[in-house]
């Protein structure tokens, strides 16, 4: 059975993205790139790929959920198959269609499609955001990896966008570097 991870980069202060949803005030370089890119390397977007000149192997995961507003980052730059080695889901009230046909578009009953993606065999289930969506499904997140910065930006799009259950956290495996980026392994205790 396949487990849903929410694997998120966030501020200090619990923040996704600013307001406006650009994520600049996140590093772009440290020396905890080299394990993101090693241990993760097929969350690489599609054009990072391409200017590294790397086809990544998926490693940790085969599918990756998107909602719409994590989608349009890519969409934005002319990036429709952000995650080419993934299957991709993008959920959406508004989208009338997909603009890739390798981006499966949903708009209703997320969290069933989540629970029957669950049930499939293979590697794990990337929830790559947005908060939205994280709060939907948070009921099927079994694990989350937060990619901690060593930012504070005030205010933003948080990692849950409405209330969830209270729940708590098993810490399974940290790293800290250098830099104050530390890499956070929880399992959810439910």
Request: a negative charge; one cysteine or more.
């Given at each position: 059975?396949k ?58 995961f ?9 989608y349009?980052v ?24 997909s ?13 069933g ?5 669950k ?6 289930i990337?929830?790559c ?62």
């Amino acid at each position: 059975m396949k487990k849903l991870i929410y694997y998120i980069a966030c501020t200090v202060d619990g923040f996704i993205a600013r307001e406006d949803g650009s994520f600049d005030c996140f590093p772009m370089e440290g020396e905890h790139f080299a394990d993101l890119f090693e241990f993760f390397p097929e969350t690489i977007p599609a054009h990072v790929q391409k200017a590294l000149g790397i086809r990544p192997e998926n490693k940790q995961f085969d599918t990756v959920l998107m909602g719409r507003k994590t989608y349009e980052v890519g969409q934005k730059i002319g990036l429709t198959n952000p995650y080419p080695t993934l299957k991709q889901y993008v959920f959406s009230r508004t989208m009338q269609a997909s603009p890739d046909e390798n981006v499966e578009l949903v708009s209703d009953n997320v969290v069933g499609l989540v629970r029957e993606l669950k049930q499939e065999t293979g590697k794990d289930i990337w929830l790559c955001g947005g908060s939205d969506l994280a709060a939907t499904v948070f009921s099927e997140i079994d694990r989350m990896i937060v990619k901690l910065n060593p930012v504070i930006i005030g205010a933003g799009i948080p990692l849950f966008s409405k209330a969830v259950s209270t729940t708590n956290l098993e810490l399974r495996e940290r790293k800290i570097y250098n830099n104050g980026f530390m890499l956070l392994h929880y399992r959810l205790q439910k």
